[in-house]
């Protein structure tokens, strides 16, 4: 990320719609999905689940590039249609992602992280009442309450149930089904469950995915030579964690993204979906680990095969296999889930015993 030239009076011009959120001491995050359309995070939540949706009529689409040239040039970087991905710190330490069109197509995302920096002490979080919903977890050695009732829907066949619960409870599944199986349409049908005040970042090479949500930023990677933007779903991922999603849709995972969506989920963003081309659970597991160990990791340990699929157990603990009934797509052939797996995990680190942490990309590799 590269900080942005203190002598910057036209950042200020810039991002002048913008000035009274970026003095507003109480502003931890502003971002715009859209022209006119901008989410805000308060320090306090204020009062409300999600972000703050404000409505800003200046903030046109010509507003949303003329900010991004401005910090790329204050930066000495260059935004554009080719390039349309952009990371920088502002003087004031706040950090500045922007994705331009047409890898945002809906007009252009930038999200503004603040430097806010409290000195708080415990008596301050027992006042705000932010410890009194901490919810006590089963120890190491046990299966959650959520877990447990995970299991009882799969046992009772309340399949519906299950994906509700799941989807509620945060855990990240995967897809998993041949050509033309539904995999996009019941992908769908799942996001709906995910609660309407939740951020939600999608990213596609083919726009198909529809969810409802309110706070939903739209990109789009460029597949081979066919985009002007020569932007691929793997810097597409990386520049998502920026934007500060609650959850990710990928609607495919088919080459050296695996990697990254798969750590984004470890690193804050649980209850993210895809999808991969793959006959049964096992045979999915088996694709994404190949997929992992095929996205040309640089400088860090590597992981055997049987260590990754380990990994993508507890990770993605849950998959949605999909095959046809009577000829027709979309029947829901099978579902993995093994809490055990998880339980095991938690054991293992418990005891010093968890798996190695998947390798990380180096700065040059995202590039």
Same mark, same amino acid.
């Given at each position: ?19 009274? +959120? ?16 901008? *989410?805000?995070?308060?320090?306090? !939540? ?8 404000? *409505?800003?009529? #200046? ?11 401005? $910090? ?8 554009? #249609?080719?390039?349309? /991905? ?32 409290? =000195? ?13 919903? =901490? ?11 959520? #877990? ?26 995967? &897809? ?21 005040? #939740? ?26 030579? %066919?985009? &002007? ?7 597409? $991922? ?9 959850? +990710? /849709? ?11 969506? +798969? ?36 400088? !860090? ?34 579902? *993995? ?29 995202? %590039?």
């Amino acid at each position: 990320m590269t900080l942005v030239s203190r002598s910057s009076d036209l950042i200020d011009m810039a991002f002048a719609p913008l000035r009274s +959120l970026l003095a507003a001491t109480d502003v931890i995050e502003i971002c715009i999905n859209e022209p006119e359309r901008v *989410f805000v995070e308060y320090i306090s !939540g204020n009062g409300q689940p999600g972000m703050v949706a404000l *409505f800003l009529p #200046e903030l046109t689409r010509e507003r949303i590039r003329f900010m991004a040239e401005r $910090v790329a040039a204050a930066s000495h970087q260059f935004v554009n #249609e080719e390039e349309p /991905l952009l990371s920088a710190s502002l003087p004031d330490g706040s950090r500045v992602q922007v994705v331009l069109p047409p890898a945002a197509p809906d007009g252009g995302a930038i999200s503004i992280r603040k430097k806010v920096v409290q =000195a708080l002490s415990l008596s301050h979080y027992v006042k705000a009442g932010s410890l009194l919903s =901490a919810r006590v977890t089963a120890g190491a050695d046990e299966l959650t309450d959520d #877990e447990h009732d995970l299991c009882r829907y799969l046992e009772d066949g309340a399949l519906d149930e299950f994906l509700h619960a799941a989807v509620r409870q945060r855990i990240s599944m995967i &897809i998993s089904g041949g050509t033309g199986s539904g995999k996009t349409t019941l992908l769908n049908a799942v996001l709906q469950e995910i609660p309407s005040h #939740e951020r939600i970042i999608t990213i596609e090479d083919t726009p198909e995915l529809t969810p409802p949500h309110g706070n939903h930023v739209r990109l789009v990677a460029s597949r081979g030579n %066919q985009n &002007i933007a020569r932007v691929d779903t793997r810097r597409l $991922v990386e520049a998502s964690l920026r934007l500060r999603p609650d959850r +990710l /849709l990928l609607g495919e995972v088919r080459g050296g993204e695996a990697l990254d969506f +798969l750590q984004a989920i470890n690193t804050g963003h649980p209850g993210s979906l895809s999808t991969v081309h793959a006959n049964s659970p096992r045979a999915a597991y088996e694709r994404l680990a190949m997929l992992v160990m095929q996205s040309g990791i640089g400088g !860090g340990a590597s992981l055997s095969k049987a260590e990754i699929i380990d990994h993508l157990r507890v990770t993605l603990p849950i998959v949605i296999q999909l095959g046809r009934k009577n000829g027709a797509p979309g029947a829901v052939s099978e579902i *993995f889930y093994d809490p055990y797996v998880r339980k095991r995990s938690r054991s293992d680190a418990a005891h010093g015993k968890g798996l190695p942490d998947f390798p990380r990309r180096s700065a040059k590799e995202v %590039q």
